[in-house]
């Protein structure tokens, strides 16, 4: 069993950053990837950056890339999601989770999702 915290969402204005944590405890060893999903309201939850967690290849959706940045802290256990360049088409509830897959963005091969954390961008 994995626990997973998400932290570090909030109100900003479209262009500006921010930084999600998301921390890991638990049976961490028992994953490969870790990733970051989004869900606004009204719609499916929806893939946003993966990484796998011992090579740390990262892989993005089209909407993000160039954007956000994913990265990991393997010694605290920690993933972390920084988003620039924000805009108000981001806002959503964001969730991290864990895989046992390889190289997978497919919602359903994530598990031990955390309670969210709500990143809202005004115009």
């Known amino acids: 069993q994995v626990q997973l915290v998400e932290s570090g969402g909030g109100l900003v204005q479209a262009g500006d950053s921010l930084r999600l944590t998301c921390a890991a405890s638990?049976?961490?060893?028992?994953?490969?990837?870790m990733g970051w999903f989004r869900q606004a309201p009204g719609k499916e939850r929806e893939f946003v950056a993966a990484?796998?967690?011992?090579?740390?290849?990262?892989y993005y959706s089209d909407s993000v890339k160039g954007r956000f940045t994913i990265s990991r802290d393997t010694t605290e256990n920690t993933l972390y999601l920084q988003m620039n360049s924000l805009k108000p088409e981001d806002t959503a509830v964001y969730y991290c989770?864990?895989?046992?897959?390889?190289?997978?963005?497919?919602?359903?091969?994530?598990?031990?999702w955390g309670q969210g954390t709500q990143v809202t961008v005004s115009t």
């Open positions: 638990g049976r961490t060893y028992t994953y490969y990837t």
């Open positions: 990484i796998s967690w011992s090579v740390g290849s990262t």
């Open positions: 989770g864990v895989s046992e897959y390889w190289n997978t963005r497919i919602s359903n091969d994530f598990g031990s």
